[in-house]
């Protein structure tokens, strides 16, 4: 069961399968976004000093499985909302929940080059948050199968957001069930969690699997 990270700062319930892993950050040749500045602060609101570079905002491009797969009218009708969440956002760039909308849809039309790029921007526009980190973790996990560009977003989500447990159950998934030449740093990482975290039950459950899985 894979796990959906949404546009809005709520707290996400941990499956009991795997998290999906994706790269963090801007990849060094990656001209998704460019800013003179990664200081970003301001509540709800994408940093100014960061110009995307991606693909177009309202491009709608539907896989060749959706197309088999999805009626006409829902293809319609989500072609119809990316455009619209895509003029939010370049009407009002401060408004990340629209950036974040559009990026959901184009992957669930498997446009995930198109919501790679947008979650890549804003990754870049507010490095302090780990939203952005947390969706690329799970694109690249499950579906774009890079997974040494999921162990750093996952890391970089770590970084912004401590305190939020979905950063640690991610890498530690990415690790155990995914990344598998890396899979003795799971424990390490879910230790480091319960640290920063200590009354979250989903970390100390996911530790608790994982010795009962080591001990068979």
Partial sequence: RERIFRPVAEPIQPAEQPMPPTEVGVPANDQTATSSSTNAQDQGNVSATVSYRGRPLDEVRFSQNVL???????????????????????????????????????????????SRDIWVYVALARPHEATAFLNLGDLYTNYLKDYASAEKNYQSAIKAEPKNAMGYLGLSDLYIFFYKEKEVRAETVLKQGIAANPNDANLQKALARLYERNSK
């Fill in 68 to 114: 088999e797969s999805m009626s006409g009218q829902h293809r319609e009708e989500l072609s119809a909302d990316i455009r619209k969440y895509a003029k939010m956002a370049k009407e009002s760039p401060e408004y990340i929940a629209a950036w974040l909308q559009t990026a959901l849809l184009k992957k669930a039309i498997e446009d995930y080059e198109g």
